[in-house]
């Protein structure tokens, strides 16, 4: 008899960016999955990000997505929450400036917004849920988040987004000082990653 | 050696219906899980029904129970989507008339607002999503749907809602004429519970 290999399950990543991909592969590691990216799929839908909240953001791509693909479809949805802002700018954070994706102009209205803010009333979080939807409308979502404190000027050069002002107390480093390793340990999207992968385990 | 059980689960019904609880029940039946009703629970907060559709409300009520008692909470919502009203009265299926839960009202309003529409142009779905939530903010959703027409006068004594108005064709019955046991094995609620019981069945 010959050896029996489980038989691959494929989800598609909803983004075509290639640091995430990266990344969501890392965290998944080991299951019987085959990850595609967004980009094998010209065709796919625009999905607007215009929920309330992560969770809607998340779970819209991922359903839109699979309904039209027919396939298995894990999206996120992520961003920061700045306690004196009143949880700003949260789901705008990709757009807090006015442009999709403008991390300069973003950071530097974060700044402003906090310039009469002491250190000890700069606590914020990331927030990331992850979204995987099957055709069948079936949904699962995972949340991870992680604590720091938004800093006074941009430091580090890794990493993304606000990641130069998201200073991470325990290390002492903003995420975009921290080494990616280290920053996918501790990080929103890695801690929502790892809780979908415990969720889709028994799922294969 | 004593014969091992595998310990039950427990999970809470975020609903005080009789009904709904004894149609779960039985859709569950033979799974390692004890039902426990809302009703157990007096200091548990009353959920609002502020989202857009079924997938938010159902997700919502279960998520914030889920959270304030720290158990699994299965929580659901549905209503009646006709096409001639474009989807009316949808989310707001219970209290189209108005007053949560005036049945007879919201019947009588329906059946106004479809006055002039001919038979051909009745048609209409009863939709329903299921969610589970954990405490840790994992959600698990599911969704039924069943086809049907609405008629031009109430027909038949079970069931509760728009029952009575929505004739079933390939019973040529009302939901309000069918044997609770047909209905809840045709229904939309019944599709969801179905599809539950497989998504959840790997996860205890």
Same mark, same amino acid.
Request: hydrophobic fraction near 25%.
């Given at each position: 008899m010959s050896k029996q290999e489980a038989p691959e399950r494929e989800i598609v990543?909803?983004?075509?960016?290639k640091g995430k991909l990266k990344e969501i592969q890392a965290v998944l590691a080991g299951l019987p999955v085959r990850l595609r990216s967004?980009?094998?799929?010209?065709? %796919?839908p625009e999905v607007e990000?215009? @929920?309330?909240t992560f969770r809607e953001n998340a779970e819209l791509k991922a359903l839109v997505l699979a309904s039209h693909l027919g396939l298995w479809v894990l999206a996120d949805d992520s961003g920061l929450e700045v306690d004196a802002l009143k949880?700003?700018?949260?789901?705008?954070? %990709?757009?807090?400036?006015?442009?999709? @994706?403008d991390d300069a102009a973003n950071n530097r209205k974060l700044l402003e917004a906090l310039r009469n803010v002491p250190e000890a009333q700069r606590t914020a979080r990331f927030r990331c849920v992850v979204a995987l939807a099957r055709p069948d409308s079936l949904v699962l979502t995972v949340e991870g988040s992680c604590e720091g404190r938004i800093g006074f000027q941009p430091r580090g050069h890794g990493g993304f987004g606000y990641d130069p002002l998201f200073l991470y107390p325990p290390e002492n480093q903003t995420f975009g000082d921290l080494d990616p390793e280290i920053k996918n340990r501790i990080s929103h999207r890695g801690e929502a990653l790892r809780n979908l992968r415990k969720a889709l385990a028994p799922m294969l």
């Open positions: 990543i909803g983004s075509r960016n967004l980009s094998e799929f010209p065709d %796919a990000e215009t @929920g309330a949880g700003e700018p949260g789901v705008r954070s %990709a757009r807090y400036a006015g442009q999709h @994706g």
